[in-house]
């Protein structure tokens, strides 16, 4: 057969199909290292496939969602469902389009759902430089909360520079990559939710890829004491704040947590040089 007689749409999509029910497997079934070598076979020809038809989003996908379920078999580790979904959600954006310019976003959102995965420290954490100013992220999927929170911030100081996501799995890639002062992470969120984000946070700090201290401040509806109790108690979580939250409060929490606003400043830590260090007990008023 002639390669440039194909067609992407009669020719390759078998072999996104394949890919697509592979991954459906092995999302029923995550713990099923077979399903997953599957996975990854299936993504290995349809890089092959990519590259005859001169499709390089769907070719850089393919290999680098391929390279990760190796890792993931080689660890002996569960794939993680967010990041088998996140590979068919690609696909599928991807498929319809035609291979259109993602620019590095199909990079972003593999790295970010694999990267606690991995089994290993990996180099991009440990090269990132600390940060020189206060910097804070904000972690909701509900836009109005986002745009509370910021303005809250900004009511405080100026300075500081706000990383605003409204999801999970994006300030998974931005928490492992770059240094804040302080999180505000929401904890009900679709798909991969805030309960996730600390999982992976503390899987990556079993495996020193981030150190220094605690810096998450959970804000949520959640009623159940049970749950706030489960989550306070997790080494990355400084305190808990129910919603709704006054500005007061989380002025407070920026003068509490972040070293350029304390009264008596204990030096800024980079959190991936230091040693993990957190209050004993939390702020009684977190419950």
Do not use: W
């Amino acid at each position: 057969m002639a390669y440039h007689h194909l067609t992407f749409q009669d020719d390759a999509a078998p072999f996104i199909e394949d890919v697509e029910q592979h991954l459906v497997a092995a999302r029923q079934s995550p713990d099923d290292l077979k399903l997953i070598r599957n996975s990854a076979n299936s993504l290995r020809t349809l890089h092959g496939v990519a590259n005859l038809f001169n499709l390089d989003n769907m070719s850089r996908l393919a290999s680098l969602a391929a390279d990760g379920l190796d890792r993931i078999c080689k660890a002996g580790l569960q794939a993680d469902p967010a990041f088998l979904k996140t590979i068919l959600e690609l696909l599928a954006e991807l498929r319809q389009a035609g291979d259109h310019d993602m620019g590095d976003r199909v990079t972003h959102n593999l790295s970010a759902t694999l990267a606690p995965f991995a089994g290993q420290s990996l180099t991009q954490l440990s090269e990132a430089s600390p940060a020189t100013e206060t910097r804070i992220m904000v972690v909701d999927d509900e836009d109005i909360n986002r745009i509370l929170l910021e303005e809250f911030i900004r009511s405080f100081s100026q300075e500081i520079k706000i990383t605003s996501v409204a999801t999970a799995a994006e300030a998974i890639y931005h928490y492992l990559t770059e240094d804040f002062d302080l999180v505000f992470l929401d904890i009900m969120m679709p798909e991969v939710d805030g309960n996730h984000f600390l999982t992976i946070v503390e899987k990556n700090r079993q495996l020193e890829n981030i150190g220094g201290d605690a810096n998450i401040v959970v804000q949520t509806a959640v009623q159940s004491l049970a749950e706030l109790l489960a989550i306070v108690h997790k080494e990355s979580v400084l305190e808990v704040i129910r919603k709704p939250f006054p500005r007061e409060r989380i002025c407070t929490c920026i003068e509490r947590y972040c070293p350029a606003f304390r009264h008596t400043q204990p030096g800024n830590v980079n959190r991936r040089q230091a040693a993990t260090h957190r209050p004993a007990t939390p702020p009684a008023e977190s419950l």
